[in-house]
Nanobody
Framework: QVQLVESGGGTVQSGDSLRLSCTSSDRTFGSYHAGWFRQAPGKEREFVAA????????YLSDSVMGRFTISRENTKDTVYLQMNNLKAADTAVYYC????????????????WGRGTQVIVFS
């Protein structure tokens, strides 16, 4: 069973940047597509971004496209979410997850999940 741990969250002002990291417990990480989700207080969890195991193909939600970038380093069993020009609406707990499925919009079938890291953006 793969375990994921997110880090890099914090409290920032609107317009600032943060980089989130998610590290897997073992090297099977490289066989999975990775994704980021978020859940704001009182709201449902929503998809943010996903990246193919090859590290080249990506898919981003409309709400973050142009501001966020997803990337990965398979040699480190780690996926990143670079968040630029943060807005108050980005405030949420951010989760990373892994799936074997690619092609749906957004990718689906995420099997392994981290516990989340908090991001707070002041207006």
């Amino acid at each position: 069973q793969v375990q994921l741990v997110e880090s890099g969250g914090g409290t920032v002002q609107s317009g600032d940047s943060l980089r989130l990291s998610c590290t897997s417990s073992d090297r099977t990480f490289g066989s999975y597509h990775a994704g980021w989700f978020r859940q704001a207080p009182g709201k449902e969890r929503e998809f943010v971004a996903a990246i193919h195991w090859n590290g080249q193909d990506t898919y981003l939600s409309d709400s973050v496209m142009g501001r966020f970038t997803i990337s990965r380093e398979n040699t480190k069993d780690t996926v990143y979410l670079q968040m630029n020009n943060l807005k108050a609406a980005d405030t949420a707990v951010y989760y990373c997850a892994l799936t074997l499925n690619w092609g749906s919009r957004p990718p689906s079938g995420f099997r392994f999940w981290g516990r989340g890291t908090q991001v707070i953006v002041f207006s």
